[in-house]
């Protein structure tokens, strides 16, 4: 019998006898003998840190691997195990080492970089108790429908054909942008990993022709984080939070909201995680010149979200969103229900530039939104209640042209159909400008 195939008979108590315990035992301590007697045999020492830690015992897998870096130093794969044994053992700063070491070579597998980012990202955060990280961009945008007038100029009013004037159909135009998310965490020192995470985002744009659409928006979201069976089960955490939001448009306060909200989150391993969660948010919208009417559209939002990240193969990761909103507004025309969900993949390639190895990312992406209306709009349509169906693509493309600072590029082809003419619409649009990372 193989000494694998004796180790999985160890871990079924019904199926091993006592006999075949002890020929376990007698198996584990000979592969120790045997990288004792023969500490240059390679094979011998990582078949041996193998089986220890396969039985929890980090410290003697540790010394097996390290042995083996005495008499070779050039073994990544060995650099990759230590890092992940000494960071099972909260040996953070010891696990950073042996990570960066895995992957200093120029011909490291991308699957093993994302990989070694996610436990690298990880530690970062346990090693510091406050952490502050952000990302800022700012640039140019174009867009063919910058308006989000209809494809045509066939619309309903009162239920009756009609054409819309020509100042209202889709038109394009180009605007400058600023955006910026900055994340904050603070652990409370204890053994749980209980933390305090706050998060602080703005978004501004400035129109060349529509500045009826100019946006200032900000918003700020912060709460607790719990670990969850801290003893029993790794990973899990709860975060309940509030919000506030802010929107000003053409130059006037357009919607103001205080959001609350609860998750639940998973991260089994670092590099994946798993987030369900719910809010509730009271939105209040205001009347201005550009927008009389609205007032409402004010209400409450109530929305169902799922969050997953993980790797997949040869250096790609995924990402996927879904979520389902119950809007109730003051007017019933203007309340709907509401599901989408948005995917995206991620490849990060590593380029030599400037003496230094700089990061390149290409992620595409889509997405569908379902949006279907409570009841009918009389002046549009009242004997039809809406419903939307936007479906998007597009790819982003960012560059790291130094430690912070890069270029970010995306483009973006979205289409709405919908039952009421009024409200299909199609646009394309690409923005790029630099960006900043610290």
């Not at 090693?127 to 140019?140: E, I, R, S, V, Y």
């Not at 069976?229 to 053409?250: C, D, K, M, Q």
């Not at 969103?321 to 490849?347: E, F, H, K, M, T």
Request: hydrophobic share 40%.
């Amino acid at each position: 019998m193989s000494l694998g195939a004796l180790w999985e008979r160890l871990n079924n108590p019904w199926r091993t006898s006592p006999s075949t315990i002890e020929a376990i035992l007698v198996a584990v301590c000979m592969r120790g003998i045997a990288a004792l007697k023969e500490p240059a045999n390679l094979d011998v020492s990582f078949r041996h840190a193998e089986i220890s830690t396969a039985n929890g015992d980090y410290e003697s897998a540790i010394g097996s691997l390290e042995r083996m870096l005495f008499y070779n130093p050039n073994l990544p794969r060995v650099m990759l195990e230590l890092g992940m044994l000494y960071f099972r053992l909260g040996s953070y700063e010891m696990s950073r080492e042996y990570f960066k070491k895995a992957i200093a070579a120029s011909d490291t597998p991308p699957e093993v970089r994302v990989r070694v980012d996610a436990y690298l990202a990880e530690i970062e955060k346990r090693l510091n108790p406050n952490q502050t990280t952000g990302f800022a961009q700012t640039g140019a945008r174009y867009q063919t429908n910058a308006n989000a007038g209809p494809v045509g100029d066939n619309v309903r009013v009162f239920g009756l054909s009609a054409t819309l004037d020509r100042q209202f159909v889709k038109a394009n135009d180009w605007n400058w942008f600023a955006q910026g998310v900055v994340r904050n965490t603070i652990d409370f020192g204890n053994q749980r990993g209980d933390a305090w995470e706050s998060t602080i985002g703005a978004y501004l744009t400035r129109h060349r022709d529509f500045t009826r659409l100019n946006t200032a928006l900000i918003d700020v979201q912060t709460g607790p984080r719990f670990a969850l069976f801290p003893e029993t089960a790794h990973g899990w955490s709860w975060r309940p939070y509030v919000g506030v939001t802010g929107i000003n448009l053409g130059s006037n306060n357009y919607l103001s909201a205080r959001t609350t909200g609860s998750a639940i989150n998973w991260t089994p391993t670092p590099g994946w995680n798993i987030e369900l969660g719910g809010e509730r948010s009271w939105r209040n919208f205001y009347n201005s010149d550009d927008y009389p009417t609205v007032e409402n559209q004010s209400g409450f939002v109530n929305t169902g979200y799922v969050n997953l990240y993980g790797p997949l193969f040869g250096g790609w990761t995924w990402a996927a969103r879904g979520a389902i909103s119950d809007n109730r507004a003051d007017a019933a025309w203007q309340s709907y229900l509401q599901r989408g969900i948005d995917v995206s993949l991620s490849y990060a390639m590593n380029i030599p530039m400037f003496g230094a190895t700089r990061r390149f990312t290409l992620s595409p992406f889509a997405g569908y939104l379902d949006t279907l209306y409570d009841q009918a709009d009389v002046l549009v349509d009242p004997t039809m209640e809406r419903h939307d169906r936007e479906r998007k693509v597009g790819i982003a493309f960012d560059a790291l042209i130094t430690e912070h600072a890069g270029i970010g590029l995306r483009l973006q082809y979205s289409k709405t159909q919908s039952n009421i003419p009024n409200y299909e619409t199609s646009n394309f649009s690409i923005f790029a400008g630099p960006t900043w990372r610290f």
